[in-house]
């Protein structure tokens, strides 16, 4: 049986070696509440281990989108996974839940094991970073759906929150100044833009580029992770009450700093406020594209926008830096509609 698989294009010996080259990336990522051993047919969570009263459970799925097209040309696989990671338990975080486990789906061409295993050690990597459970998965090999090369990469995160301390913008107030956090560059988002970039302002990946880091080819700065915010603002919604939290993903400032406002709201943003990593400019550059428009589709250097009282700035800023975190504030909630921008 195995061999007919086989000349179908499916090698389950890879696959379970792929299984045993995983097993101590999961284990890595073991927190209480994990219940019961990797290789049941679903993986199992105590909520009862958690000190929650009145538990409500908040949960996001996503990918990382074309950015694996970046990764199979530069054949770098062990960041992607913290990546996935991030854009799930970030967008969890955004409503003041704590990430509790992860599962993953990679589905590929052919199982090659050490090109599954970097990623899962991605994967791991970035459970850690969030303090939350790998605790189940799955690695399916279809060819004639993906090139031998190629793979497609989801992730689902559940989180859990207290239901009076669930965050959903609604507490945001005119007056409310914006803090931003810093990201690690582009993230996973705007992917099929820097890849078009790329290709018609004829760009190398592997090269390094004077206006960016001469040390880092294009496709290494590419490939940085994607920022976990998790620790830092869990502790810090121990003692600030944070009224909305963005996630400042596909669609940039402009379409999720807006979930997080109010009828009647507007978010006052002032570019000169935070720094803009050299990628962006570049980016703009090279593809000729807007200046405003580039709000509307990338970060620009921000990951995450939280909303609070103005007498709160110092604690917010200071117990970010506490965990190595640079933040800024980069606007207010005023009367209005949308985001602006002002330099």
Do not use: W
């Not at 004829?202 to 290494?220: A, I, M, N, Q, R």
């Not at 869990?234 to 999720?256: S, Y």
């Not at 620009?300 to 709160?312: H, L, N, P, T, W």
Request: hydrophobic letters at 40%; aromatic letters at 6%; a negative charge.
């Amino acid at each position: 049986m195995t061999n007919s698989y086989q000349k179908a294009g499916v090698n389950l010996e890879a696959g379970y070696e792929v299984v045993s080259r995983i097993k101590k990336h999961i284990a890595s990522t073991k927190r209480p509440g994990v219940f019961g051993a990797i290789g049941s047919f679903g993986g199992a969570f105590d909520l009862g281990a958690i000190d929650i009263k009145d538990p409500i459970l908040i949960a996001a799925t996503d990918g990382v989108g074309t950015k694996l097209k970046i990764a199979f040309e530069m054949d770098k696989h062990d960041t992607i996974g913290i990546d996935c990671v991030a854009m799930c338990v970030n967008d969890v975080l955004a409503q003041g839940a704590e990430p509790l486990y992860f599962l993953d789906y990679i589905a590929q061409g052919q199982s090659i094991p050490e090109r599954a295993e970097a990623i899962v050690k991605g994967i791991a990597e970035g459970c850690r970073q969030a303090n939350c459970a790998l605790i189940g998965g799955e690695t399916a090999e279809m060819p004639g759906m993906y090139d031998k090369d190629e793979y497609d990469i989801a992730g689902f995160a559940t989180g859990v929150v207290e239901r009076s301390k669930i965050i959903d913008g609604s507490k945001v107030n005119v007056g409310d100044i914006l803090i931003g956090i810093e990201s690690s560059g582009l993230h996973s988002n705007g992917f099929s833009l820097v890849r078009k970039i790329i290709k018609d302002a004829g760009l190398d990946l592997h090269k390094t580029y004077k206006e960016l880091d001469d040390k880092k080819s294009l496709g290494e700065i590419l490939l940085t992770p994607t920022n976990i915010y998790v620790v830092e603002l869990l502790d810090i919604l121990k003692e600030v009450d944070i009224h909305g939290i963005a996630h400042i993903t596909g669609g940039g400032f402009d379409e999720n700093i807006a979930r997080i406002l109010n009828d009647n709201q507007a978010a006052h943003i002032r570019e000169s406020s935070f720094p803009r990593p050299a990628i962006f400019d570049f980016l703009q550059e090279k593809g000729k594209i807007p200046h405003r428009e580039m709000f509307n589709i990338f970060n620009m250097g921000i990951g995450m926008v939280v909303a609070i009282k103005a007498e709160d700035e110092g604690k917010v800023i200071e117990g970010l830096a506490k965990h190595g975190r640079k933040a800024y504030k980069i606007g207010y909630v005023i009367e209005g509609q949308g985001v602006i921008i002002e330099q």
